[in-house]
Structures are given as structure tokens and as C-alpha cells.
């Protein structure tokens, strides 16, 4: 599904509508219906459950003078930024389909991504004790390209995933990203010198989420779980 251009709280107010007739579905043994839902927001902080409200450094005149706002959700994860040029995700799935636990759920979301940014020649990958797909991980060079924060309850997941194609980084000068101090923020356009269009990123993008999900099967010798896209 993509539901283009959407201010953050219609697409969070939709979201929770879809996790929780995945939810009741499951529960009451009737079929379930998996999506990904790709979007772009206006500019928007979101500050997750175990976020700090001390990594947002503007108040709200300066968050009105940036044409932004800011909602605490109920993710994981602390302080992001959403906004114009940026591809979100959001996987509402029933991860007993794809026979998933949260922590290989999130490995196949960094993996996707691991993906995709290969096959534009970027070098991507994991850092310990950091969600997400960085560049030169380890390295005083280290920078994010993509954050993760997922909700999950009954095993069905909603939020998901932010990636920088073509977004405007200086909108992550104004917080402390994920909670680091120390660490860097990147962007498609700003690897390879040139703009990338969100489009192209979301189509690759969906297909290797699809690819990843399909190698999970629903049951032995049965292909993936039923999915909507």
C-alpha cells in the first residue's frame, strides 16, 4: 500500500486501525492480512516510548518556526526525524505467518536495507548495540541511513522503518538522532553525489522486503504467509 504524502498523525491514526484487526483477526482465528505500507510525512520528530525528551533540542516556538512537530508513540526506540525525501515503511504483519521472533523480524528489516543500499554500490551494514543500517560502522566516520522502531504485541508489528534517500539532513541537526551524541547521519543522494528519487529507493525497497518475507514459509513446504502490498 502507499499512501503518499501524509501528515504523520492521519498515517498513525490508519496504522493502529490495521494493527488492531490484524490483531483481533488473529485472535479469533480468521485469516490475517499482512501489509507494507510505504509513505513520505511532512516534517515530524517521533519520540518512541524509552526516548529522552532532553534529545529534542528545539522547543515549540522553534519547532513552529521550522514548520515541524513532534509526537511521542508508542515504538521503541528514542528521538527520529520523518520528513520530504525519506522512504517509511510500514510492515503491519503477523510474524507467526513468517515464522519471525522481533529480534529476526528486525535483522530482515536491516537486511533489506543492507540490500538496497548495495545495489546502488553503498557498502551498508549493522553496528552492535545500535538498530538501524549504518555506513562505516566502528569507524569515527559512522553514519546512519536508516532507523528502525517497531511496536509488536501478539506478535503483530506496526512503525517500522525510516530511509534517507533524498531528505534534507539539516532537519537532524535539531536533535540528538536515536539518542546519539556522537554519531552521524547520511542520505542515498549524499553517498553517491547525486539525487536519488524516493521512487525508484521505495520500489527496490518493496521488493526486497517481499523477497525476504516470501523466504519465510507459513508452514513446512508451503510458501510465505498471504500479503498485501
Same mark, same amino acid.
Given at each position: 500500500?502507499?499512501?503518499?504524502?501524509?501528515?504523520?498523525?492521519?498515517?498513525?491514526?490508519?496504522?493502529?486501525?490495521?494493527?488492531? $484487526?490484524?490483531?483481533? $483477526?488473529?485472535?479469533?482465528?480468521?485469516?490475517?492480512?499482512?501489509?507494507?505500507?510505504?509513505?513520505?510525512?511532512?516534517?515530524?520528530?517521533?519520540?518512541?516510548?524509552?526516548?529522552? $525528551?532532553?534529545?529534542?533540542?528545539?522547543?515549540?516556538?522553534?519547532?513552529?518556526?521550522?514548520?515541524?512537530?513532534?509526537?511521542? /508513540?508508542?515504538?521503541?526506540?528514542?528521538?527520529?526525524?520523518?520528513?520530504?525525501?525519506?522512504?517509511?515503511?510500514?510492515? /503491519?504483519?503477523?510474524?507467526?505467518?513468517?515464522?519471525?521472533?522481533?529480534? &529476526?523480524? /528486525?535483522?530482515?528489516?536491516?537486511?533489506?536495507?543492507?540490500?538496497?543500499?548495495? &545495489?546502488?554500490? /553503498?557498502?551498508?551494514?549493522?553496528?552492535?548495540?545500535?538498530?538501524?543500517?549504518?555506513?562505516?560502522?566502528?569507524?569515527?566516520?559512522?553514519?546512519?541511513?536508516?532507523?528502525?522502531?517497531?511496536?509488536?504485541?501478539?506478535?503483530?508489528?506496526?512503525?517500522?522503518?525510516?530511509?534517507?534517500?533524498?531528505?534534507?539532513?539539516?532537519?537532524? &541537526?535539531?536533535?540528538?538522532?536515536?539518542?546519539?551524541?556522537?554519531?552521524?547521519?547520511?542520505?542515498?543522494?549524499?553517498?553517491?553525489?547525486?539525487?536519488?528519487?524516493?521512487?525508484?529507493?521505495?520500489?527496490?525497497?518493496?521488493?526486497?522486503?517481499?523477497?525476504?518475507? $516470501?523466504?519465510?514459509? &507459513?508452514?513446512?513446504?508451503?510458501?510465505?504467509?498471504?500479503?498485501?502490498?
Amino acid at each position: 500500500m502507499d499512501w503518499g504524502h501524509i501528515p504523520y498523525a492521519d498515517a498513525w491514526e490508519r496504522q493502529t486501525r490495521l494493527f488492531d $484487526a490484524l490483531v483481533h $483477526a488473529k485472535q479469533a482465528g480468521e485469516p490475517c492480512q499482512n501489509r507494507l505500507i510505504f509513505c513520505e510525512h511532512p516534517h515530524v520528530y517521533t519520540l518512541g516510548r524509552s526516548g529522552k $525528551a532532553g534529545n529534542m533540542l528545539l522547543d515549540e516556538a522553534g519547532l513552529r518556526a521550522l514548520g515541524a512537530t513532534l509526537y511521542h /508513540i508508542d515504538r521503541g526506540g528514542d528521538i527520529t526525524y520523518h520528513g520530504p525525501g525519506q522512504v517509511v515503511c510500514y510492515p /503491519i504483519l503477523n510474524l507467526e505467518e513468517f515464522h519471525l521472533g522481533l529480534k &529476526s523480524y /528486525i535483522h530482515l528489516l536491516e537486511e533489506a536495507v543492507i540490500r538496497l543500499c548495495e &545495489s546502488y554500490g /553503498i557498502a551498508g551494514g549493522r553496528l552492535q548495540g545500535a538498530t538501524g543500517v549504518w555506513l562505516e560502522g566502528g569507524t569515527p566516520r559512522e553514519r546512519k541511513i536508516c532507523a528502525i522502531g517497531v511496536r509488536c504485541s501478539h506478535f503483530v508489528t506496526m512503525h517500522g522503518l525510516a530511509l534517507n534517500v533524498d531528505a534534507d539532513l539539516n532537519y537532524f &541537526s535539531y536533535i540528538h538522532p536515536c539518542g546519539f551524541v556522537d554519531k552521524g547521519v547520511t542520505s542515498l543522494s549524499r553517498e553517491l553525489g547525486r539525487r536519488v528519487n524516493p521512487e525508484e529507493a521505495k520500489t527496490r525497497l518493496s521488493g526486497y522486503l517481499q523477497q525476504l518475507l $516470501a523466504a519465510k514459509p &507459513s508452514d513446512a513446504g508451503a510458501p510465505g504467509a498471504r500479503f498485501n502490498c
